[in-house]
């Protein structure tokens, strides 16, 4: 078992900054893929970005692309997300989740582990 634990989240205005961050433990060494889902009131969990926690690669929702950044510190078992230019369209509950098989698809169905969840909220 991967336990994952998010924090970070608040309320910001319209192009403020947040970052996110997910710590993991428990069996870590089954994880090669880190992600961050979110999901909005009313709408189905989508993907954000996902990192290879083995080589450093990454890939990002069009939505994100060129404002948002995920990135790992494996000595501490800690994957960040960090949100530039925020919008009102980004407001959900973000979600870490780790999986254990390689390719590393942005799709929630390929993640077991999840964190309960850290809440942004963006104002306009």
């Known amino acids: 078992q991967v336990q994952l634990v998010e924090s970070g989240g608040g309320s910001v205005q319209a192009g403020g900054s947040l970052r996110l961050s997910c710590a993991a433990s428990?069996?870590?060494?089954?994880?090669?893929?880190m992600a961050w889902f979110r999901q909005a009131p009313g709408k189905e969990r989508e993907g954000v970005a996902v990192?290879?926690?083995?080589?450093?690669?990454?890939y990002y929702a069009d939505s994100v692309k060129g404002r948002f950044t995920i990135s790992r510190d494996n000595a501490e078992n800690t994957v960040y997300l960090r949100m530039n230019s925020l919008t009102p369209e980004d407001t959900a509950m973000y979600y870490c989740?780790?999986?254990?098989?390689?390719?590393?698809?942005?799709?929630?169905?390929?993640?077991?582990?999840w964190g309960q969840g850290t809440q942004v909220a963006v104002s306009s």
């Open positions: 989740a780790a999986g254990p098989h390689l390719p590393c698809w942005l799709s929630k169905n390929e993640y077991n582990s």
């Open positions: 428990g069996f870590t060494y089954r994880t090669v893929c």
């Open positions: 990192i290879r926690t083995d080589i450093g690669t990454t």
